[in-house]
């Protein structure tokens, strides 16, 4: 029963600190790790329940989430580096005075 | 052991945490990849050792090449003219210890031979590859399709036209 509550906890933290970063970081670097931060922290989520249980779905999520990230994180860079070519600067503020 | 699985969480805490105050994109980076290490060795404990060895080569190998790309791309002149560097040792020395202590984690769990938590049981790569190709298969297949889209929409957003002699994105 420890184990579930310490995982839980662990996870909790770890997207709690994704969060943050996404929230208080301006620049789009940081904001993008932080978001692989946050599905990670899912990801733990799913493994600690599948041990838990003894089941293999756990892991089975894990890799839809790790292929999900994978798609993110390259539309992401993507859109980074047409950013910053459009701005001259990794801001997301910058990115506000965006029209249509 | 729940010894390392407390260590381990501790010090994914911590890289995450210096990961976002760090002011330089490359040292983040690299506080990232020990956090994502860390999270592999929590894994390999809990008796995923096919996640943790997944964890390793994508997340920390791929999609992490991936952000030391785009940030060696665009960032190389902004910290070589700040005076970074990447080679002084307060660079590396913070995520050197971090992962020195994961890896004393790794070469505890294999040398006392029974890895795992207490209560946990390991589930091998075939018991998920089963499941993966039994009742999930149609996850597998929407995965399949929703990774064409990223590339598809990476490409598009990536690839630079040349229109009418100058250059311009789309």
């Known amino acids: 029963m420890e184990l579930i509550r310490y995982g839980f906890l662990l996870a909790?933290?770890?997207f709690a600190l994704g969060l943050l970063g996404v929230l208080v970081r301006r620049n789009i670097v940081f904001t993008l790790m932080s978001l692989e931060v946050m599905l990670n922290a899912a990801g733990l989520a799913f493994i600690v329940a599948g041990a838990r249980w003894g089941q293999a779905d756990g892991q089975v999520v894990f890799l839809f989430i790790l292929a999900m990230a994978a798609a993110e994180v390259s539309v992401g860079l993507a859109?980074?580096?047409?950013?910053?070519?459009?701005?001259?600067?990794?801001?997301?503020?910058g990115a506000s005075r965006m029209k249509g | 052991m729940e010894i390392v699985f407390y260590v381990a969480g501790i010090v994914a805490i911590v890289a995450t945490i210096l990961m976002l105050t760090q002011r330089v994109a490359v040292h983040a980076l690299l506080y990232l990849v020990v956090s994502l290490l860390a999270v592999a060795v929590i894994f390999y404990d809990l008796g995923a050792p096919f996640v943790a060895a997944l964890e390793v080569i994508i997340y920390a190998g791929a999609i992490m090449v991936l952000f030391v790309f785009v940030v060696m791309l665009l960032n190389v002149r902004i910290e070589t003219a700040r005076g970074v560097r990447l080679r002084s040792p307060a660079v590396w020395i913070g995520?050197?210890?971090l992962s020195a202590i994961l890896i004393a984690e790794l070469v505890y769990l294999l040398a006392t031979g029974e890895p795992g938590y207490a209560t946990v049981s390991t589930i091998n790569p075939e018991e998920v590859g089963v499941a993966l190709f039994g009742p999930y298969v149609i996850g597998v297949e929407l995965a399949s399709m929703l990774l064409l889209a990223g590339l598809v929409g990476a490409y598009h957003l990536g690839v630079r036209k040349i229109r009418a002699g100058r250059e311009s994105w789309n």
């Open chain 1, 79 to 93: 859109l980074l580096v047409r950013l910053y070519h459009e701005y001259k600067s990794l801001d997301t503020d």
């Open chain 2, 95 to 97: 995520p050197g210890i």
């Open chain 1, 12 to 14: 909790g933290i770890l």
